[in-house]
């Protein structure tokens, strides 16, 4: 009830403005017309002209009105450059300050209650550096002045703060706009348009954008080099560290281009991906299913088919596929292309030197790249069973008989499946409700159904205590279903998810900032807080694909050897994901588990695997094709597939969606038959036959009946 005034005073007053057609006095043409007359009254009532101009601002300002850049350009036509930019400075300041005040008084309040959780990051960063962001919004004028008006006034900034940061961001603008309002002032006809004092007047204008912005950046850079010192000289153009996805392409495109690079690496080249993740994961999972094929030989009519294996063959045959694929990310291949491979652990000296084997290397950019490691749950007494990782699982070479996986998401059940596919007896213990929690529950649902006629046993909502070893073996203790239950294994396989490495190489002396998930914080450029420090790959996530930190490592050396000319924002907007399970799971955009978690509107078609002809060809028609489109477009917004090939099939939607493409351009392309890219088209047809033209058809079907002599 206490705001009742203060609202019905501001929706008269806005009411009033329009309903009058006041903004009819709140253009160059009344001003013009009007000159003279305004001149004249100014010369004999000086005070009272700049008080009312004064007053009249403020409230147009105050009540985020249509009118304020006209009014600036007027001030400057009638007051002259030094008197106007005086009285516009202070009248914009306090109309921009009563403005956030009733912000903050009628909204503040119920926008916190409402949405705390959302604003809670934009709370804690406006309370740290609250000022400057401030500064940069009134310096460079991404929004215009009303919106940040408003949307500081929900914000915790002090209103002190807010008014003078305001004016101070805002006083070269001030500056530029009054300049041109006294060029237009003098324009007498059509021809002075061109007189370079207006042209330049307007130039500044378009240039004050940019212009602020490189203020900004060049006060960001004393903030946070200060105190450092720069070589006149260096080294290298560019230090690398960590040879994984990210490290690689990085120090392949900085060579490309003739920049000298140097690249550090501390333990194995090719990172993760090569010797412990992608290429292991898929050599295993490869001999798991041709196992699986076999035991369906009667599909194939094929009456019987035996296999004999051993599973350390097996893990030699993994290991083997390493060492054959490793060539291709070899210190010799990378040095033959131009790279100095350095082999030693890295440590930031600052953010122009490395030290590396009691070296230090001055250089212009680094490239943070060093990867992620599995992270380990905090259940008790779990480093006592000496639990399996994607890191070290690939040592194995005796076959546990019962393996217990912690963890649901692409790791722990491509794993899963594949030890159960080999003779183990597999347990995948999960505090949620299901495997892949990020997919939609119908496409987990078909892993899960496959998980179980294999022999997967899956146990959801199990609160995990602790591990116990005792003389009747290894156990996890849980509490289901509000009972404590208790877990045989024999063997622990941890895949909780990835944790970023951020320590052990000179990050914590540079006071670097990290993300909520430990990852290290990084700007749409991939700067950090050092401009000339970038970040990339897991180490930097938000994705942690070997795809994604190839894609992240373009921008990185980009960005890092020619930003000076021209930086590239990175674009996340098409990130494929596949998880290599059985059926395998392909997905790009949005799945129907994102958009409504998102809000975001959306029709879904449906294209079912059992009627597609090489499926059934190959006995294996299980799956979908889901796409995810704009209502009432063939615009696409996102695409799973669940099943054979998936995440091959998946790259006609990702291209699809990289260059504006929808689903009536993938109908009107010519697919192979029979294949199983074929599916992809069919749900493409299965869009268009539900939005099909129902009454041109109906005019179309009585044409046909009269083509046929029929009444």
Not at 86 to 110: H, K, N, P
Not at 240 to 257: K, R, W
Not at 267 to 287: F, W
Not at 289 to 304: L, V
Request: net charge neutral; hydrophobic share 45%; proline share 4%.
């Amino acid at each position: 009830m206490k705001k009742l005034p203060l609202v019905f005073f501001l929706v008269l007053s806005i009411a009033a403005f329009f309903v009058f057609d006041l903004g009819q006095y709140f253009s160059l043409e009344f001003i013009k017309q009007n000159q003279a007359s305004f001149e004249q009254y100014y010369s004999e009532n000086p005070v009272q002209t700049v008080a009312i101009y004064f007053i009249i601002y403020v409230l147009v300002t105050a009540l985020s009105l249509p009118g304020a850049a006209i009014m600036t350009l007027a001030g400057g036509a009638l007051f002259g450059l030094s008197t106007g930019v005086i009285v516009i400075s202070f009248a914009s300041t306090i109309g921009a300050t009563l403005a956030f005040l009733f912000s903050r008084f009628l909204l503040r309040d119920w926008i916190q209650q409402r949405f705390s959780r959302q604003l809670d990051s934009i709370n804690k960063g406006i309370e740290k550096e609250g000022a400057f962001y401030l500064f940069t919004l009134r310096l460079v004028p991404v929004f215009p002045f009303f919106v940040i008006n408003l949307g500081m006034g929900l914000t915790p900034i002090k209103t002190w703060t807010f008014y003078w940061i305001s004016q101070l961001g805002m006083f070269a603008g001030t500056i530029v706009y009054v300049n041109a309002g006294t060029q237009l002032g003098k324009l007498e006809n059509l021809s002075g348009i061109l007189s370079p004092g207006l042209l330049l007047s307007f130039t500044l204008l378009g240039l004050l954008p940019l212009i602020g912005k490189k203020v900004i950046d060049l006060l960001k850079a004393r903030k946070v080099y200060a105190g450092i010192n720069k070589p006149k000289q260096f080294d290298t153009n560019l230090v690398v560290i960590g040879a994984g996805s990210a490290g690689l392409v990085t120090s392949y495109i900085a060579a490309a281009v003739k920049a000298r690079v140097s690249l550090i690496e501390k333990h194995k080249m090719g990172g993760d991906c090569l010797n412990t993740g992608c290429v292991p994961s898929k050599a295993l999972i490869r001999s798991a299913r041709f196992i699986a094929e076999n035991k369906r030989s009667a599909d194939y009519g094929i009456a019987k088919s035996e296999v004999e294996f051993s599973f350390s063959d097996v893990m030699e045959r993994v290991s083997n596929v390493i060492k054959e694929v490793e060539p291709h990310d070899s210190i010799e291949r990378y040095t033959g292309l131009g790279v100095d491979c350095v082999e030693g652990a890295a440590t930031i000296l600052s953010p122009y030197e490395v030290s590396v084997n009691g070296k230090t290397i001055t250089t212009r950019n680094i490239v943070i790249a060093t990867g992620a490691r599995p992270r380990i749950p905090a259940i008790k007494n779990i480093e006592a069973m000496n639990p399996l990782t994607s890191d070290n699982l690939w040592n194995l070479r005796e076959q546990p008989k019962r393996l217990l996986v912690l963890g649901g998401g692409p790791i722990g059940c491509e794993l899963s499946q594949s030890f159960a596919r080999l003779g183990t007896e597999v347990t995948i213990v999960l505090r949620g409700e299901r495997i892949l929690p990020k997919e939609d529950e119908d496409v987990a649902e078909m892993v899960t159904n496959r998980f179980k006629e294999e022999g997967v046993n899956i146990l959801s909502h199990h609160k995990m205590l602790e591990f116990v070893a005792d003389e009747e073996g290894k156990h996890l203790i849980c509490v289901h279903n509000d009972q404590q239950v208790r877990i045989g294994f024999d063997q622990l396989l941890v895949a909780t998810g990835r944790q970023a490495n951020v320590t052990g190489f000179g990050l914590e002396n540079l006071n670097m900032g990290l993300n909520n998930d430990g990852t290290v914080e990084v700007n749409e450029y991939l700067q950090t807080k050092y401009p000339n420090i970038y970040a990339c790959g897991d180490v930097a996530g938000p994705y942690q694909f070997t795809h994604a930190a190839a894609h992240q490592a373009w921008y990185a050396a980009v960005n890092a050897l020619f930003g000076r000319f021209k930086r590239f924002k990175v674009d996340y907007s098409v990130i494929p994901a596949a998880t290599f399970t059985d059926p395998e799971v392909a997905s790009v955009g949005l799945n129907e588990t994102a958009a409504l978690a998102q809000n975001i509107p959306y029709e879904v078609t449906t294209f079912d695997l059992e009627e597609l002809d090489r499926a059934i060809a190959d006995s294996d028609n299980h799956g979908l094709v889901k796409v995810l489109t704009v209502p009432g477009k063939d615009k696409i917004l996102g695409a799973t597939i669940v099943g054979p090939h998936a995440g091959e099939l998946i790259t006609e939607f990702v291209t699809a969606m990289k260059n504006n493409l929808g689903l009536n351009k993938i109908l009107g392309t010519i697919h192979i038959y029979p294949t199983l890219s074929e599916a992809n088209k069919y749900a493409a047809g299965e869009w268009k036959r539900a939005h099909a033209p129902d009454s041109v058809l109906r005019w179309v079907e009585k044409f046909h009946r009269w083509q046929r002599g029929e009444k």
